[in-house]
């Protein structure tokens, strides 16, 4: 019995330290994000709200697509990408970036992707009482199923993750990567519902279009915030299962490469 107990004493404990250490990463990594700058968190709506302005200006003033509450479809769309997108670039920059603790004899090295995704996490929370009011100012209705919200943040959060280890742990022997990256979320952008109707993908693309999950999980942030209805749960039990086969792949991947981070910094 003793064992068993000290067994369970040792595994809450290292819990404790692995929360203890991801909040004062998170703690870090938003202190050095906003070091010396004036507008400090702010700059979370900022740059959306700016985006949002140039899509308004050319799909609802020029173009003039046929979108209800275009502004809130559009904003809605821009937070949800902005956490995927940041997440990532930060994610596979971080081993570099964090040299004197990758260097450091029994440092978690698995613990920094999954804080640059939780950092990108509390930039969205704190987006969201903004994007509430911009919704409510819009004429939005709340309703009960915004509950499922944390639903989707954990898929969205578990997936991100999963994709980070990998890009993490590659961008170390392949520099290369980072590059690749900034092209392959720019194309993965133009091929997600942010800024257009989803209606308007012709049904023979379909198939390839589905196979992006950020097209599944902006649509359940719109179901549950912008239309008032349920979120897609069969898409979003594909999408987990498939997020729960990736994450150990992910995070296989990474440890496989972590063998050489200190030979490779």
């Known amino acids: 019995m003793v064992p068993t107990?000290?067994?369970?004493?040792?595994?809450?404990?290292?819990?404790?330290?692995?929360?203890?250490?991801?909040?004062?990463?998170?703690d870090r990594d938003m202190k050095l994000l906003y070091k010396r700058s004036t507008l400090g968190v702010a700059w979370t709506l900022i740059s959306p709200l700016l985006q949002l302005l140039v899509f308004i200006f050319i799909f609802g003033v020029i173009i003039k697509v046929d979108i209800p509450q275009y502004a809130s479809y559009v904003f809605c769309g821009l937070l949800v990408w902005n956490w995927f997108n940041s997440s990532l670039f930060q994610a596979t920059g971080v081993i570099i970036n964090s040299r004197p603790l990758v260097r450091q004899p029994g440092f978690p090295v698995a613990m920094l992707p999954i804080a640059v995704t939780a950092t990108g996490l509390v930039h969205?929370?704190?987006?969201?009482?903004?994007?509430?009011?911009?919704?409510?100012?819009?004429?939005?209705?709340?309703?009960?199923?915004?509950?499922?919200?944390?639903?989707?943040?954990?898929?969205?959060?578990?997936?991100?993750?999963?994709?980070?280890?990998?890009?993490?742990?590659?961008?170390?022997?392949?520099?290369d990567t980072q590059h690749t990256l900034g092209v392959v979320l720019q194309l993965l952008f133009y091929l997600t519902p942010i800024f257009y109707d989803l209606k308007s993908i012709p049904g023979k693309y379909w198939f390839f279009y589905g196979l992006n999950p950020m097209v599944?999980?902006?649509?359940?942030?719109?179901?549950?915030?912008?239309?008032?209805?349920?979120?897609d749960w069969l898409a979003m039990a594909i999408v987990a299962v498939i997020t729960l086969l990736l994450l150990p792949l992910g995070y296989a991947v990474f440890q496989r490469q972590s063998a050489r981070f200190v030979e490779e910094l």
């Open 5 to 26: 107990s000290t067994g369970a004493r040792t595994f809450w404990q290292r819990l404790v330290y692995l929360r203890d250490l991801l909040q004062s990463l998170v």
């Open 124 to 175: 969205l929370l704190l987006s969201l009482p903004v994007l509430m009011l911009f919704l409510l100012l819009d004429g939005v209705r709340l309703t009960p199923w915004l509950l499922c919200l944390p639903i989707i943040q954990l898929v969205q959060f578990a997936l991100t993750i999963s994709i980070a280890y990998v890009l993490a742990g590659l961008n170390v022997a392949f520099r």
């Open 216 to 231: 599944h999980i902006v649509t359940w942030y719109r179901q549950i915030l912008l239309w008032g209805v349920a979120p």
